[in-house]
């Protein structure tokens, strides 16, 4: 039977407080598999970066391994975020720019295309023009596509750094220091929270499963058209 364990899971962050090189490598390749919709969730990355470098501040508490040893740094942090998450969403703005005709084509891409994602996509450009190039920060389901159809419809790069990094300059570095900051109240309330935690866990992945299910049958129908 699983068992939440706030000991062992302060342990695994109280090891890595100490090893800022590992946790900075880790915060970059997260995002940039979170950029490109694997299921890493971006929050959860940086509340979980946010609790490493809360740790780190309270030597006494959360004793080094070793005197010497050189803890995280909420700031260094935040701007490694803040970059890792800039970059990330850069690079997918460039894929869409330079190959987006050829992706949204492609076989693999058609099989895993949600018909609805382009639809809503375009609505929000209609509605909110340039300015949905930082509106897509803010929608996980949509951050990937939003980008990618940034760089496909011709949005300046120009606009895009500018609008999105003001996006990323607002929320990122903001989570990252506010956890870091009151990480104590989140470590109180882990146990208060891990059954609702299960039980949220429980219903996505029934929800996942039903997804799949219904996509499945009806592809079977045959496949959306992409426009």
Known sequence: MFEFSEASLLAFFTEYAYRPGYVYTFVTLFMLASSFGLPIPE????????????IATDKVAHPPPYPEAIG????????V????VFLSDLLVFLLGKYFGVK?????????KLDGDIFQKVNEW?????????????FTPGLRFFGHMSCGLLGIPLSKFILIDGAAILISVPTQVYFVATYGNF????MRDFKYFVLILAGVALIFFILKKM??????????????
């Open 125 to 137: 450009f209609r509605k909110y023009g340039t300015l949905s190039c930082g509106i897509f920060r």
């Open 72 to 79: 995280v740094d909420v700031l260094t942090l935040s701007i």
């Open 43 to 54: 929050e959860l990355v940086l509340v979980t970066a946010g609790l490493v470098a809360h």
């Open 103 to 111: 992706i949204i084509k492609s076989d693999f891409f058609r099989r």
């Open 81 to 84: 975020c803040f970059f890792a």
């Open 214 to 227: 219904i996509k499945k049958r009806n592809n079977g129908n045959g496949d959306p058209t992409i426009q």
């Open 186 to 189: 989140v470590i109180e309330k």
